[in-house]
Structure formats: structure tokens, C-alpha cells
T-cell receptor, first 118, second 112 residues
Framework: GAVVSQHPSWVICKSGTSVKIECRSL??????MFWYRQFPKQSLMLMAT?????????EQGVEKDKFLINHASLTLSTLTVTSAHPEDSSFYIC??????????????FGPGTRLLVL | GDSVTQMEGPVTLSEEAFLTINCTYT??????LFWYVQYPGEGLQLLLK?????DKGSNKGFEATYRKETTSFHLEKGSVQVSDSAVYFC???????????FGKGTTLSVSS
């Protein structure tokens, strides 16, 4: 199957620090990766779409300078929450779409990263 | 814009009971529709999908039929098991085919 991992699974940090979350496709190449944010009892909200080798496309209302996304290779994308504040505390989920997928093909999701900013 | 509405949870059932989780959508055209499941401590997994009207997606005893006349994609299972306890998300693929739009999720709890 297609496996997507995220690291770390849990992170607690102090307000004002930056946190990097990694998303890896372990057994396939992903030209497109997606970053979502999930609030308790809420839907997954798409934050940004990243394509390998190009700048990420951010959804309306998402601050690109605060949530830095890098998709440097076909198997790795990173999300950096810069100068984190308590309101950034959330569950962050990434997904990846296979390189060979056509339009609308399945996305494979990582297990998520729980961020708590004190 | 595109949106997905699914029934509020939690849904609590006894083992072998019949399950229905309602999902309706608003979208331009006829988007592909999906049900994802999230087991405790795990990532979302695709449960089933349908790409055009009247298609029926099925997997692991779950079924959902794409109804364009009612813009719905309700999830059903005839006999649930304790292992089906999870959060279920209905989703559609936007018209550009670039992003999934999710409902809020419905928590299912099945007791023996």
C-alpha cells in the first residue's frame, strides 16, 4: 500500500518558537502534497497544496509567512510553523498524491501531528 | 463555494445494528465523492468512492450511492462491528481536481 508518515506525532513548544513538521511518502513518489489543519470536532481544512520543486499554493486566509511549506523532493514536504502562538495549537495532517495519479486520484494521509503551544 | 454537510455525531450503536451516516454536498458540476475513515491514532484512509452519478462505492461491507438528484452520498452498513468504531468523513473533490473538501466528520461508537 501507500504509506505516508509524519514526524513528530506530538510536539509541545513555547510561544514564539518555530516548529517543523515533516511529511514523507515512504513507498511512492508524490508530486503533490497537501497540508490540512483539524480543530476538535471540526472538518479538515486545507491549508496549502505543494508541488515538488515549486512554491506552495495557500488557501485563502492562511498566512504563508507563518506556515512555511517546502517540498524539496518527491518524498518529503515540511511545514514550519513560525513564531508559534497558542492559537496555532491544532492537529496538522498531510496527504500525498502519487506521481502517476491522474486527476482526482486517491490521496494518502499521514497520521497527523498534534501541536500544543504553551 | 463547494461544501459538504454530514450528520452530527456521535452515533452510538450496538453490534450488528444498521448504520446510516448522511452526507449531502454543494458543488459545481458532478464532483467525485469519497468516504474516509479515521481509526483512533491513525491517519485517514479511503473507505470508498464514486466518480459519477448513480455509481455505488463499496468496501468492507460499507456502501454509498452517488445521488445527483438529492446531491447526497449517504454511507450505509447492514451490520456494524465494534471494529468499525472510528470517525467517518465525507468529502468531495473540487472541480479543478486539486483539493478535497471535507465534512466535519461523524464519530461512530459500536458496543458489543
Amino acid at each position: 500500500g501507500a504509506v505516508v508518515s509524519q514526524h513528530p506525532s506530538w510536539v509541545i513548544c513555547k510561544s514564539g518558537t518555530s516548529v517543523k513538521i515533516e511529511c514523507r511518502s515512504l513507498d511512492f513518489q508524490a508530486t503533490t502534497m497537501f497540508w490540512y489543519r483539524q480543530f476538535p470536532k471540526q472538518s479538515l481544512m486545507l491549508m496549502a497544496t505543494s508541488n515538488e520543486g515549486s512554491k506552495a499554493t495557500y488557501e485563502q486566509g492562511v498566512e504563508k509567512d507563518k506556515f512555511l511549506i517546502n517540498h524539496a523532493s518527491l518524498t518529503l514536504s515540511t511545514l514550519t510553523v513560525t513564531s508559534a502562538h497558542p492559537e496555532d495549537s491544532s492537529f496538522y495532517i498531510c496527504s500525498a498524491r502519487r506521481r502517476t495519479s491522474g486527476r482526482g486520484e486517491t490521496q494518502y494521509f499521514g497520521p497527523g501531528t498534534r501541536l500544543l503551544v504553551l | 463555494g463547494d461544501s459538504v454537510t454530514q450528520m452530527e455525531g456521535p452515533v452510538t450503536l450496538s453490534e450488528e445494528a444498521f448504520l446510516t451516516i448522511n452526507c449531502t454536498y454543494t458543488a459545481t458540476g458532478y464532483p467525485s465523492l469519497f468516504w474516509y475513515v479515521q481509526y483512533p491514532g491513525e491517519g485517514l484512509q479511503l473507505l470508498l468512492k464514486a466518480t459519477k452519478a448513480d455509481d455505488k462505492g463499496s468496501n468492507k461491507g460499507f456502501e454509498a450511492t452517488y445521488r445527483k438528484e438529492t446531491t447526497s452520498f449517504h454511507l450505509e452498513k447492514g451490520s456494524v462491528q465494534v471494529s468499525d468504531s472510528a470517525v467517518y468523513f465525507c468529502a468531495l473533490l473540487n472541480q479543478a481536481g486539486t483539493a478535497l473538501i471535507f465534512g466535519k466528520g461523524t464519530t461512530l461508537s459500536v458496543s458489543s
